[in-house]
């Protein structure tokens, strides 16, 4: 099928949505023979406009599989499977939705041409109602209270209604895709399917006809009076201003700014004060007394040295020689899951089954440093908050001997004591040090603990055996292996230094994993950070 075939009935498709004809949408997307997952995705919110829901869920079954990392399309479906009381597959949804968020607290899908913003608190809510419907009140109670901890706009009361209707025992209502919002076609490309006239009609300027009245050419058109911004050197005629104190909107066509924001000067400033300007692709008024001029140009004499705070440089152009394969200890094997996979459930989601004695808990992949203020802290007490594969918190007395409080969290996480390695940054530094007081007597978790909370960082990791650590290492970079003697990590983790293979490649261990990776890929903050001991 021609791809202006497709944007052409895609197109008329989106044009009956918008008009409520939703049985026209069908019968255009129903003539594409070789549909993608945004149409299949249309064509899902169409069945659900007419309460179709099985049709709806196919639909969604086949956008899926043409796009196996679309989380809003997880997120539908389990809303779907809801509504049909197919509760297990609906939460096993709502599991590989936050997965696909990816740490983001929120996907906007107008690149891809879908009005909408998947928040991650969504994707919690929705879970905590699958929750309700299972009659497991106290789980979908944490959940959302996990999601009342998320960041993201436009969630208003929604979490605090939601947490009163759980505490009376009321079923909640999943959220959607609201009715009408679909995947819309480029505009660039819709416009490139009406059939243009490129060389025009042929127009007679002349004749040699005797009787013929008209002689000579087409006089010039006077030309309409246009806008153009003139070029400015320095801050002193720039046309950018800056904005020194938040305004908020007090009339009509006036901007709601914040402090800091630049705005460009497009009028000047008239009798009352105000001046018209552009901010954020929105034209307004501002009051010229808040403006102030700014310098948007760099210097290009000076370069700042961002390394290695701030974003780091990409590794060089010339990736580096791979040394010959040495023997090294062979770490545990690596699960890994492929389309073939099944979801995971709950007690798998983690990787690590939890006690019997326990439910399962859905939290947060990825909270903020400010997300456990909003606990209640007891007086003489620690909130202390964990990164594991999800984060986990534990509130415990200030005077907590380390090895107690490593054995609360193990228990929190279900995962064996003896093999939780604990480490915590410093102030102003980015590498995770080892917590030394764990076999110390007398340390306590008041040792690293600030305003009443502390933050650590949890591996699984095996022992190593007759294995010394020279020195630790952050990485950059996410680093996939290569082969069988790569070692694999993500970016922000602690490797451990074994060795130097050479000059470009380094031996080291992380998460449990011995082998090799290329040393552009991590970086050594301080020399003087470890010394060199033995696990």
Known sequence: ???????????????????????????????????????????AS?????????????????????????????????????????????????????????????????????????????????????????????????????????????????????????????????????????????????????????LGKAKVISSM??????????????????????????????????????????????LTVPGGAMVFLF??????????????????????????????????????NRFPSGIPFPPGLKPPTRPQAQPSPAGPPRVRFTTDTPPPSYTTATHAPLPASEPPKYTANAASDQASSAQIQDVGSVVVKVHYMYTVAVSVPLDTPYHEVKEQIAQKLGQPASQLRLRHKEHGSRVLVPLCGEVEPGSTIQEVAEAGRATLWCQIEDPLANRTILYQMVALYDYAAQGPEDLEFSEGDTIDILGQVNEEWLEGHCAGNIGIFPSCFAYRENANITQSSEL
Not at 100 to 118: A, C, E, S, T
Request: with cysteine; glycine share 8%; hydrophobic share 40%.
């Open 209 to 254: 006809i005797p009787n013929d009245d008209f002689g000579g050419f087409e006089p010039l058109r006077q030309q309409k009076p246009g806008f153009y911004e003139p070029k400015m050197d320095g801050a002193q005629d720039s046309r950018y201003m800056r904005v020194r104190v938040p305004h908020m909107a007090r009339g009509p066509g006036q």
């Open 1 to 43: 099928m021609l791809y202006t075939e497709l944007l052409k009935l895609w197109n008329e498709s989106v044009q009956a949505v918008d008009a409520k004809d939703w049985q026209g949408a069908l019968q255009k997307l129903e003539q594409i023979s070789e549909p993608t997952s945004r149409t299949l995705f249309n064509t």
């Open 267 to 304: 009028g000047e400033e008239d009798r009352d004060g105000m001046a018209t300007v552009i901010y954020d692709g929105q034209r307004g008024v501002l009051p010229m007394s808040l403006l102030e001029p700014t310098d948007v140009k760099t210097s290009k004499g000076k370069k700042e």
């Open 46 to 198: 169409a069945h659900l406009a007419l309460e179709q829901l099985h049709p709806a869920l196919k639909a969604l079954d086949l956008t899926i599989a043409k796009d196996e990392r679309l989380a809003v399309g997880f997120f539908q479906r389990a809303a779907v499977m809801m509504q049909i009381d197919r509760l297990e597959e609906a939460l096993s949804d709502c599991i590989w939705a936050q997965k696909h968020m990816r740490g983001n607290m929120v996907i906007d899908y107008r690149q891809l041409g879908l009005r909408f913003k998947l928040y991650s608190w969504q994707v919690l809510y929705n879970a905590a109602a699958v929750y309700c419907r299972m009659g497991q009140w106290e789980q979908a109670g944490d959940v959302l209270l996990s999601a009342s901890q998320e960041k993201g706009g436009s969630r208003g009361g929604n979490i605090e209604v939601a947490l009163d209707s759980v505490l009376r025992k009321e079923v909640l209502t999943p959220l959607l895709v609201p009715e009408g919002v679909v995947f819309r076609p480029r505009k660039q490309d819709v416009e490139q399917l009406q059939q243009r006239d490129f």
